[in-house]
C-alpha cells in the first residue's frame, strides 16, 4: 500500500524542546515538502528536498531543520528558536523531474505550551 | 498583495447544488494549476491538475483555467454531503526550483443534507 506517512498524528511539548517530526515515503518520489498550514493562511514552504543528501529553505525555514539521508525519510526537527511552533505539519513528496503534484501524508498536529 | 487569492467561504449548499470555488492570482508566469480537497485535521488530496488554460473534467468536477483574467475555477455537479471540505488551489512556483506550489488559503464548503 503505497503512500506517505507521518508520525506521530498528536505530538505536545514544552516550550524549549526540540522535538522531530517524521515523514515517510514509498512511492520512490525524489522530491519532498515539509509544509506548516495555520488557520486562514493556507499552506507555507518550510523546507524541500530534490535529492538525497540536498534540501533547501523554503518560505520560513527559520526555526527549523531537516536530513535527507535516505529517499524514503525526510524528518523535520522544530527547534526551541521556532517562536509560534504550534501548527499542524504536512509532509508532500512528488515523483518526477517533470512532475509538479504532490502528493500529501496525513498531517502531525504540533502543540507547544 | 497576497500571489494567490481564495475566498475562504465558509459557502454552504443544499445537497444536488452547483458549486463554484474560485481563485486569482498575480503572477502570469503560473502555468500548472491543483485543486486539493481537505478534510477535516486530514492532509490535502489531489482533485485535479491542470496546464495553462482551458478546462479539464473529472466526474462531477470541472476544472477551468482562464489566464488571461488570472483566474481558475473549480466546479462541483451535483454535490454531496461528502463533498463538504476545505478546497485549496496551488500553482506552481517560479524560479528556485520549478516545483514549489504557491497555495491559496483555502475554501470552507459544506453541503447539506
Known amino acids: 500500500d503505497g503512500g506517505i506517512t507521518q508520525s506521530p498524528k498528536y505530538l505536545f511539548r514544552k516550550e524549549g524542546q526540540n522535538v522531530t517530526l517524521s515523514c515517510e515515503q514509498n512511492l520512490n518520489h525524489d522530491a519532498m515538502y515539509w509544509y506548516r498550514q495555520d488557520p486562514g493562511q493556507g499552506l507555507r514552504l518550510i523546507y524541500y528536498?530534490?535529492?538525497?543528501?540536498?534540501?533547501q529553505k523554503g518560505d520560513i525555514a527559520e526555526g527549523y531543520s531537516v536530513s535527507r539521508e535516505k529517499k524514503e525519510s525526510f524528518p523535520l526537527t522544530v527547534t526551541s528558536a521556532q517562536k509560534n511552533p504550534t501548527a499542524f505539519y504536512l509532509c508532500?513528496?512528488?515523483?518526477?523531474?517533470?512532475?509538479?503534484?504532490?502528493?500529501f501524508g496525513p498531517g502531525t498536529r504540533l502543540t507547544v505550551t | 498583495q497576497k500571489e494567490v487569492e481564495q475566498d475562504p467561504g465558509p459557502l454552504s449548499v443544499p445537497e444536488g447544488a452547483i458549486v463554484s470555488l474560485n481563485c486569482t492570482y498575480s503572477?502570469?508566469?503560473?502555468?500548472?494549476f491543483m485543486w486539493y480537497r481537505q478534510y477535516s485535521r486530514k492532509g490535502p488530496e489531489l482533485l485535479m491538475y491542470?496546464?495553462?488554460?482551458g478546462n479539464k473534467e473529472d466526474g462531477r468536477f470541472t476544472a477551468q483555467v482562464d489566464k488571461s483574467s488570472k483566474y481558475i475555477s473549480l466546479f462541483i455537479r451535483d454535490s454531496q454531503p461528502s463533498d463538504s471540505a476545505t478546497y485549496l488551489c496551488?500553482?506552481?512556483?517560479?524560479?528556485?526550483?520549478?516545483?514549489?506550489?504557491?497555495f491559496g488559503s483555502g475554501t470552507q464548503l459544506t453541503v447539506l443534507p
Open positions: 491542470t496546464y495553462s488554460s
Open positions: 496551488a500553482m506552481n512556483g517560479l524560479s528556485g526550483s520549478a516545483r514549489q506550489l504557491t
Open positions: 503572477n502570469s508566469a503560473f502555468q500548472y
Open positions: 508532500a513528496s512528488s515523483g518526477d523531474s517533470d512532475s509538479y503534484e504532490q502528493y
Open positions: 528536498s530534490q535529492i538525497v543528501n540536498d534540501f
